[in-house]
């Protein structure tokens, strides 16, 4: 057996635990949420986000889920809804800074704060073996700024309790700094990254603008970005960065009023964005997101995850 052949085994192995941890319903001490916690998931119209959507209603949340569409959006919502769920959608283009300030309004006018926030919403134009930056510009900010944007608009939102909120992005391992296949060149850049003490937003801003900067004038493919889907990937390491600076900024804040935030990669899930060529089913896919944002000793925070475990950046 080779080595994708045991990697796979494995693979197949975890996921074959965590079913079994799907089953084991959590104990009365362990819920620290009830129906009136709310949890708000972009991009939850379809693929991922909709499945952390039914998850978190299956739980006992109450789930608002976004989509740029709002048409789409409610039809989403009504399937839910007629479930037995508590569910509503509004429309929210992380692209688009007014609808997050709209969005941010009618969340504080109808609910007053939010208990969860799992960033979902993103894209991805490359399949297969593909490596088109065609639309880098696109990707970065959508994945990275958009996915920052939302955060900056909702921590203000975010509900005191001793339980902690919580933050989660989804992200991919693709993102990794020193990742097996992805790695980032640039060993100057490299450390600037590792480095959570001196890294700052400016830090990550700057890469992701230089990185597009070079796909403008073509000399990207020489300067040691990731060469696996290399748009996404960067976009999902400014995630994994942000993530961690993040969680340094929020631990100050006083007991009582903690916001814990982690990221996670689901997978090459068989969903619209991978041409439904994933591996990984989606309920698979949204499993471990849901685990972060439901963990009843929350204490973790500035981490990356994947099929429930720690993984390294």
Request: hydrophobic content about 35%; some cysteine.
């Amino acid at each position: 057996m080779g080595r994708k052949e045991r990697a796979e085994e494995r693979r197949k192995q975890r996921q074959q635990e965590i079913s079994l941890f799907r089953t084991i319903p959590y104990s009365d001490h362990q819920r620290w949420w009830n129906s009136e916690t709310i949890a708000v998931v972009t991009g939850a119209n379809r693929g991922i986000g909709f499945e952390i959507a039914r998850q978190l209603c299956g739980h006992g949340l109450t789930v608002i889920l976004t989509s740029r569409d709002s048409a789409i959006g409610r039809e989403a919502a009504s399937v839910l809804q007629e479930g037995g769920f508590n569910a509503v959608s509004h429309q929210l283009d992380v692209l688009d800074p007014s609808s997050i300030e709209q969005f941010a309004e009618w969340v504080q006018q109808n609910y007053g704060f939010v208990d969860i926030l799992i960033n979902n919403a993103g894209v991805n134009y490359n399949m297969g073996s593909e490596n088109s930056v065609e639309n880098a510009e696109n990707v970065i900010a959508t994945n990275y700024f958009g996915t920052k944007n939302v955060i900056k608009a909702m921590v203000p939102l975010m509900k005191p309790s001793a339980s902690g909120a919580r933050i989660v992005n989804v992200s991919s391992r693709l993102g990794r700094i020193n990742g097996r296949r992805n790695k980032i060149e640039d060993s100057a850049l490299r450390g600037q990254l590792e480095d959570v003490d001196s890294l700052s937003e400016e830090v990550i801003d700057q890469m992701v603008h230089t990185f597009v900067e070079q796909v403008k004038d073509g000399t990207w493919t020489s300067a040691g970005w990731p060469q696996t889907f290399t748009d996404y990937s960067v976009s999902k390491l400014a995630v994994n960065c942000y993530t961690r600076i993040m969680a340094k900024v929020l631990s100050d804040r006083p007991e009582g009023e903690k916001i814990f935030i982690n990221c996670y990669c689901p997978g090459w899930v068989k969903t619209a964005m991978t041409g439904w060529a994933g591996n990984v089913s989606v309920e698979e896919g949204a499993d471990t997101g849901v685990w972060l944002a439901l963990l009843p000793d929350q204490s973790v925070t500035g981490k990356i995850f994947a099929e429930r475990r720690e993984v390294h950046f």
